[in-house]
């Protein structure tokens, strides 16, 4: 915990994403203890003063779907323009050759770009361990960058030969995934308000895992207290597999291993129909939607509009690097922005909107309502958009961000510390972990 007191003053306009939509223009943010201890007019400090005149102040973003071991294959030729199935089998057996380290330095770089786009809490999603890799790596990337983390112990066991999509070498036995399972649980997970590291259980998807691991995997994390996460009806393909190989839809496949509920968030959910939309809706179950990498990968747009009205959760996710080919959060708010305007209507979504479904909306998936707003008692978590330079130049709505910029945060706190200052990221050495992350692609590349 932070014993640093921080004093943002006179931010041009704070966006609470509090229950009354608060928007303070000339407001200050007392932080102190990583907590935000005081907002409003006037304040003082005997600590750090940060000037915010030329800021629009915001909590900060939350990422709830992320692989961020894909960021050492970005744009990889076969890949580019495939779907998602085809897209997996080009980058499956370039995956295998990973280890602890490629692991380590891709969730360094992921995390970090996360960080300049805004975000302060973030989900991951591992799903594949060769040579050794654990999800205790990422974690540890985590904890070097600062970011409040929420990794997820992903899983394959249904490998090409019994009927799955991935290789057999990167699928695993499920005993052995149920006990890793425990061990993460054990070792990393703290379900305290304002823990810095929370575990989830995510068996990868209903094309790579067994009914029966995906059933054993929600009692596991029942018995433990922690939250489920997969990916569900991401494209055709996937609306296929399921009628094939289970008989219904994926809605109705969740729903009878016991994947819905508030302890529950599912990836993508593009294809889900009216039924399937109040069924997470009445069990009040989350939504990931990631919009840039459904479009990259020619999934289609998800019904967020439908699902909003409906009364369903939903957070933002940029998802892989190798299916977005960025991690840009505040990008990614845009684009679910302008998808659902263009299916919709321009005033289908607002930009206020966009950026809360970023920000509370995705806490709210996470289980977090400790974090996504900026009131007295909610964790330091905030960020701090410039809108004096060339993106927001002639913008009549500063607080507008995703009509008009910036891109890019000037100060991101996370439980009152530093993370990024004057657009640099501080609270590690980001230039050595290119170096080496761009080291780690070439070896990779030049075994293709």
């Known amino acids: 915990m932070s014993d640093t007191e921080i004093l943002i003053r006179n931010a041009q306009c704070v966006l609470t994403m509090d229950d009354a939509h608060t928007e303070m223009a000339n407001a200050d943010i007392c932080v102190r203890n990583g907590v935000i ?81 805004g975000c302060t809490l973030t989900s991951d999603h591992l799903y594949l361990y060769p040579n050794g890799a654990r ?33 057999d070498s990167l699928v695993e036995r499920e005993a052995a995934i149920l006990d890793d399972c425990i061990r993460v649980i054990d070792a990393f997970h703290d379900p305290r308000e304002g823990a810095m590291v929370r575990v989830g259980v995510a068996p990868c998807s209903p094309f790579s895992v067994s009914r029966d691991l995906m059933r054993d995997a929600a009692l596991l994390a029942r018995d433990k207290g922690v939250m489920l996460h997969t990916h569900l009806a991401e494209n055709d393909e996937d609306i296929a597999y ?58 289609g747009i998800a019904p967020v509009r439908a699902m909003r009205d409906a009364g369903v959760r939903v957070g933002l996710g940029v998802d892989g690097s190798a ?36 920000t509370r909306g995705g806490a709210e998936v996470l289980g977090r309502t400790d974090c996504g707003q900026i009131a007295v008692g909610k964790r330091a978590d905030i960020a701090l958009w410039d809108v004096s330079g060339l ?26 510390r530093m993370v990024v200052e004057d657009g640099q990221m501080v609270s590690f050495d980001l230039e050595r972990a290119i170096a080496t992350q761009n080291r780690l692609a070439r070896c990779l590349s030049e075994q293709v």
């Open 135 to 167: 999800l205790d790596d990422t974690i540890a990337a985590a904890q070097e960058v600062g970011l409040r983390f929420h990794p997820t112990r992903g899983a394959m066991s249904i490998g090409v030969s019994d009927g799955g999509l991935p290789p």
């Open 242 to 299: 399921s009628l094939a190989q289970f008989g219904c839809r994926p809605g109705q496949y969740a729903e009878d291993l016991g994947w819905t509920g508030a302890d529950v968030w599912h990836a993508h959910c593009v294809k889900l129909d009216g039924q399937e939309i109040d069924l997470f809706a009445r069990t009040k179950t989350g939504v990931a939607h990631c919009p840039c990498s459904n479009c990259r990968l020619g999934s």
């Open 37 to 117: 201890a005081e907002v409003g007019q006037g304040l003082t400090t005997p600590g750090r003063v940060i000037d915010a005149a030329t800021c629009v102040v915001t909590p900060g973003l939350v990422n709830t779907h992320h692989h961020l071991f894909q960021t050492l294959t970005r744009a990889v030729p076969g890949g580019q323009d495939a779907l998602l199935f085809g897209w997996l089998q080009t980058l499956y057996p370039i995956w295998a050759r990973f280890g602890p380290e490629e692991v380590f330095t891709s969730a360094q770089i992921g995390l970090a770009e996360l960080a300049l786009s």
């Open 323 to 358: 299916s977005n080919d960025s991690s840009s959060l505040i990008g990614e708010a845009r684009q679910a922005m302008l998808l659902q305007r263009v299916t919709r209507g321009a005033d289908a979504m607002s930009a206020r909107e966009a950026l809360r479904i970023a």
């Open 391 to 416: 993106e927001s130049a002639g913008s009549w709505d500063p607080a507008a961000l995703l009509l008009a910029g910036p891109q890019r945060v000037r100060y991101l706190l996370v439980e009152g």
